[in-house]
């Protein structure tokens, strides 16, 4: 099991660079369809965000593909509701908590896949900080309640609606999951509901394929990017209806 779990880390870290997400989104579909359970899943998943995100931040940060500014506000609002979100983990059960993933990746497939790709230099919708806390908060803790990042939400709003570039909207996920995962991870372990043994062995694997995403990322065109990102979000839906139905 450890071979396979360093594995996944490092192709999940991989993804994570490319795509700025925390990596639930493809880790906790991996998980489930090796043997784990998904409250288990969860809190792998966290410890793995957490290490990624923070790593994948200061490497987007140095190339200056990550802007801070709006980016705190989010963050602040993320860490605030991912350590509510970490209670919920507790609450609900495993097929609401399916249920209500498989929702939230279909709505960012919808919005990412009928945006417009904008310029590099296309300027940015301006937004109230107070509503950008509150966006924070929401995203925050549905995400880490079901063992994500947020960033696969953040993105196709990013991108969707405040005409974001691609790949600082991007970046901008990742960071953004630095604050949900780290809120997520203290409220998990304050429950004592994290599986640190195998959460550890992925955590440290991704942080390799972290520089390796964000590599890529940083040579692949826009539309090419783009498509990317929807082709991750059709397999992760595809695979967590196979669990869930078949």
């Known amino acids: 099991m450890i071979v396979e779990l360093v594995l996944v880390g490092v192709l999940v870290g991989a993804m994570s660079g490319f795509f700025g997400i925390g990596g639930g989104t493809i880790l906790i579909p991996i998980l489930l369809a090796i043997g784990f359970d998904i409250k288990s899943a969860i809190g792998i998943s966290v ?24 980016g705190l506000f989010v963050g602040v609002g993320g ?24 929702s939230i990746l279909l709505f960012a497939l919808y919005r990412l896949a009928t945006s417009k790709n904008h ?14 806390f509150i966006i924070g908060v929401m995203i925050g803790v549905f995400s ?17 609606i405040l005409h974001y570039h691609i790949k600082k909207a991007v970046s ?14 203290i409220g998990k372990l304050l429950d004592g509901s994290i599986d640190f043994s195998d959460g550890l062995i ?39 209806i196979n669990k869930m139905f078949f």
């Open 47 to 70: 410890v793995q965000m957490a290490f990624t995100s923070i790593f994948g931040s200061y490497l987007n940060y140095k190339k200056g593909s990550l802007r801070l500014d709006e």
């Open 79 to 102: 860490f605030v509701g991912g350590f509510m979100g970490a209670k919920l983990t507790l609450i609900l059960s495993e097929s609401v908590l399916q249920y209500m993933f498989l």
């Open 119 to 132: 310029h590099e230099d296309t300027q940015s919708k301006s937004i109230h900080k107070g509503l950008l």
């Open 144 to 160: 880490i309640s079901l063992g994500i990042g947020g960033s696969i939400i953040l993105t196709p709003i990013l991108v969707g």
């Open 172 to 185: 901008a996920g990742l960071f953004f999951v630095v604050f949900s995962s780290l809120a997520g991870m």
């Open 202 to 240: 992925v955590a440290f694997a991704s942080l390799a394929g972290v520089a390796i995403g964000i590599g890529i990322k940083d040579y692949i065109k826009d539309t090419h990017h783009k498509q990317a990102i929807l082709v991750l979000y059709v397999v992760s839906t595809i695979i967590l």
